[in-house]
């Protein structure tokens, strides 16, 4: 069956750092790339950036360029997401999913809670 | 930066048509795809390709395209249609964005 499952919520310190993961079913790694999402308390989807798993190839858009970073293990079938210097706005629910070109995002991880707060 | 741009509500009777616009300058070059959230869940694929249906997706939900417009219908609406609706696309480099999204009310 095809999953992508993430890790647990998080509590962190303004300032601080956070890791979440995405573990994909190995056939997911091999065909498709992995997305990261979060939403904000009550707000819309806001995209965060994608990795390339077989080739680690990642980018995200400018507004998280230097405090975001996407990478991937394909020997565990993982993708992570790690977030620096956190902020209270930064509060979300954080989803992962996987997308092939041209056939959206059709398969997702069932979000991960990081709450930034002193 | 490259917004799309949804309507925060829409109301609809059981049974009658529900139209979700989203609106995007890039959309005649980029592909469209619609996204429903119920609470607590995460986004479901319901439309790609501009007015393909994944495999499990009932029919009364369709895509289409006009221009720089795209909207979402659903014929017949049903109360378990009632949610949150997100259209995505990506900008001129290609960085995928999400619409602001749309709550669809049935009455």
């Known amino acids: 069956q095809v999953q992508m499952v993430q890790s647990g919520p998080e509590v962190k310190k303004p300032g601080s750092s956070v890791k979440v993961s995405c573990k994909a079913s190995?056939?997911?790694?091999?065909?498709?790339?992995i997305i990261w999402v979060r939403q904000a308390p009550g707000q819309g989807l806001e995209y965060m950036g994608r990795?390339?798993?077989?080739?680690?190839?990642?980018n995200s858009p400018q507004k998280f360029q230097g405090r975001v970073t996407i990478t991937a293990d394909k020997f565990t079938s993982t993708a992570y997401l790690d977030m620096s210097d956190l902020r209270s706005d930064d509060t979300a629910v954080y989803f992962c999913?996987?997308?092939?070109?041209?056939?959206?995002?059709?398969?997702w991880g069932q979000g991960t809670s990081v709450i930034v707060s002193s | 930066s490259y917004e799309l741009k949804q309507p925060p509500s829409v109301s609809v009777s059981p049974g009658q048509t529900a139209r979700i616009t989203c609106s995007g300058d890039?959309?005649?070059?980029?592909?469209s795809y619609w996204y429903q959230q119920k609470p607590g869940q995460a986004p479901k694929l319901m439309i790609y390709q501009d007015s393909a249906r994944p495999s499990g997706i009932p029919e009364r939900f369709s895509g289409s395209s006009s221009g720089t417009t795209v909207t979402l219908t659903i014929t017949g609406v049903q109360a378990e249609d009632e949610a949150d609706y997100y259209c995505?696309?990506?900008?001129?480099?290609?960085?995928?964005?999400f619409g602001s999204g749309t709550k669809v009310t049935v009455l």
């Open positions: 990795i390339s798993p077989i080739s680690g190839t990642a």
């Open positions: 890039a959309l005649p070059n980029q592909y």
């Open positions: 190995a056939d997911i790694f091999s065909s498709y790339m």
């Open positions: 995505q696309s990506a900008d001129t480099s290609y960085t995928y964005v």
């Open positions: 999913a996987r997308i092939r070109s041209s056939y959206g995002m059709d398969v």
